[in-house]
């Protein structure tokens, strides 16, 4: 399946086109919309399409504008301009853009699956070539050797800029900045090669006049350049996550990036690198993590259904975490005989114990309720039923991470919780976006987008469209609100737009899920 994001101020133009592809039965599934670019750019940027296809002329930021954006932030999105405007300007600035498919109003179905069909063929032929990398695909092998010893030494030692640059225009490397911040890639067990790694960086990064990179070892490290220091971060978060997706869409690997410290001087760069080292190995796989954030206290989600020792989970769980935790724990030690009573009074136990022992680590006060729990009658009462055990390991931790975040002094767990509520109290409002949280935060974009989907399991997009079906399910069950209505009253300009996302999280139009809810026939 290949996720497609439609841009067009035409809401009879979005709605046709998913009518084409939904009466088609087609590989293609419609990830989101807009009317208009300056909608859609954050809205991809979280959904991350395998192809976009656009409008031009529409207002705030057209097309093109849109299609130059996501050509520097995200270049593996393939694009198709759907136009009206038979223009030859807009043909060959489009072509200078790199779009696949230039397709003119109206479309038939034939003609848009025969340009998607296109597309396709393109992504399945990167896709096979990072798996046949060959020499051609990287850069001269003596340059690159002599690149990559330059850039290691200057995370090693301490070179001064007089040093640096010269050695620097001898590569044709340009190292001027006022502020530099330095990445470690770690890429996790699979079946890519070193050399197909080596390959996708390279084209994922080569038109990034603002990031060098090189090989150390089995990582990868990236030296970022900017003029100040929100920009540099800026753009570490945003070359972390484009490396993490594509290495998962294309090579079917994990990827980890630690973000350093951001510096001032060529000098300081080991120190970056020293703190990109240290954020990469407070890391789950899959993550990306900032030296900022590891100060911050906070760290990504674990995946909770893996190997991960008891302790390591309780360092790092979150609210959102305990049911998912205790589901893994516990497992299916639901029966009463008294090999399964003394299983669960074990695992329970093991959960206190190691409550206490990394609160008293922190030297942070025990709570009441893990206190009552040393006394064994207590915890044999409790594992009579398997609902009793959940019951008592559910509240034994909420005051675990109370304590423990009080005394760490997570700031992220708060800024995530006025996110939330920020949503909760906005989410009827259209133009609510992952831009106006983050600043409502006072995080930027793309470090908002990081720390919420590594969070909370879910990126933005995903969690306020749920949040609004959610609450529209609410409306459809509890009053006889028109379905016109509800669709204004939670956030959506266009009542079409609602029905299909109602249906593809529901299983079901709203009108059936009405019904259903109030046993009608």
Request: with cysteine; aromatic share 8%; proline share 3%.
């Amino acid at each position: 399946m290949y996720n497609l994001f439609i841009v067009d101020d035409e809401e009879i133009v979005r709605k046709g086109i998913r009518e084409l592809l939904e009466n088609a039965d087609s590989q293609y599934a419609i990830c989101g919309e807009a009317p208009d670019g300056e909608l859609a750019l954050p809205m991809i940027q979280e959904l991350k399409p395998d192809i976009l296809l656009t409008d031009i002329r529409m207002p705030f930021i057209d097309g093109l504008e849109l299609c130059e954006i996501i050509r520097k932030k995200m270049p593996w999105v393939h694009i198709l301009i759907l136009s009206g405007h038979d223009e030859f300007e807009y043909a060959r600035k489009a072509v200078s853009l790199g779009i696949d498919e230039y397709i003119l109003k109206p479309v038939t179905l034939p003609q848009l699956l025969g340009s998607l069909g296109k597309t396709v063929q393109k992504i399945e032929e990167e896709r096979a070539a990072y798996f046949s990398a060959h020499a051609g695909g990287l850069p001269s092998q003596d340059r690159m050797i002599l690149v990559e010893h330059f850039l290691n030494s200057l995370l090693d030692t301490s070179l001064s800029a007089a040093d640096a640059y010269p050695r620097a225009e001898q590569l044709g490397l340009s190292l001027s900045a006022r502020k530099y911040v330095v990445c470690c890639v770690q890429f996790h067990a699979s079946g890519a090669s070193h050399q197909q790694l080596r390959v996708l960086l390279g084209s994922l990064l080569e038109q990034r006049a603002d990031i060098l990179w090189s090989a150390r070892g089995e990582r990868f490290v990236l030296l970022i350049k900017a003029q100040e220091t929100e920009a540099a971060l800026e753009a570490a978060y945003e070359a972390a996550q484009i490396l993490r997706h594509e290495t998962e869409r294309l090579l079917q690997t994990a990827c980890s990036v630690g973000i350093g410290t951001v510096v001032s001087r060529i000098g300081e760069l080991p120190e970056s690198y020293r703190q990109a080292k240290r954020s990469l190995s407070s890391l789950p796989g899959g993550s990306i993590l900032s030296a900022s954030d590891l100060d911050n206290g906070f760290v990504p989600r674990f995946d909770f259904s893996a190997a991960i020792p008891l302790a390591e989970r309780l360092r790092h769980v979150s609210a959102e975490d305990l049911d998912n935790l205790l589901e893994n724990h516990f497992g299916t030690v639901r029966d009463t005989d008294q090999s399964s009573l003394l299983y669960r009074y074990y695992l329970l136990a093991d959960l206190v114990v190691s409550s206490m022992r990394l609160l008293r680590g922190l030297d942070a006060e025990l709570p009441t309720v893990l206190r009552d729990a040393g006394d064994n009658a207590h915890l044999m009462e409790a594992v009579a039923t398997y609902e009793g055990t959940l019951g008592l390991a559910h509240s034994l931790l909420e005051a675990f991470i109370e304590a423990r975040d009080r005394k760490q002094g997570v700031r992220y767990g708060q800024e995530l919780r006025r996110a939330k509520e920020y949503i909760r109290e906005h989410y009827g409002d259209n133009a609510l976006s992952l831009n106006t949280v983050a600043a409502e935060v006072g995080f930027s974009p793309n470090h908002f987008s990081t720390v919420f989907s590594q969070q909370m399991g879910q990126t933005f997009v995903e969690y306020l469209t749920r949040f609004r079906v959610e609450e529209s399910k609410r409306l459809l069950r509890e009053t006889d609100t028109r379905l016109a209505d509800i669709a204004y009253a939670i956030g959506y300009s266009e009542p079409h737009y609602f029905s299909y996302i109602f249906k593809k999280y529901a299983g079901v139009s709203p009108s059936t899920y009405r019904k259903q809810a109030r046993g009608e026939s």
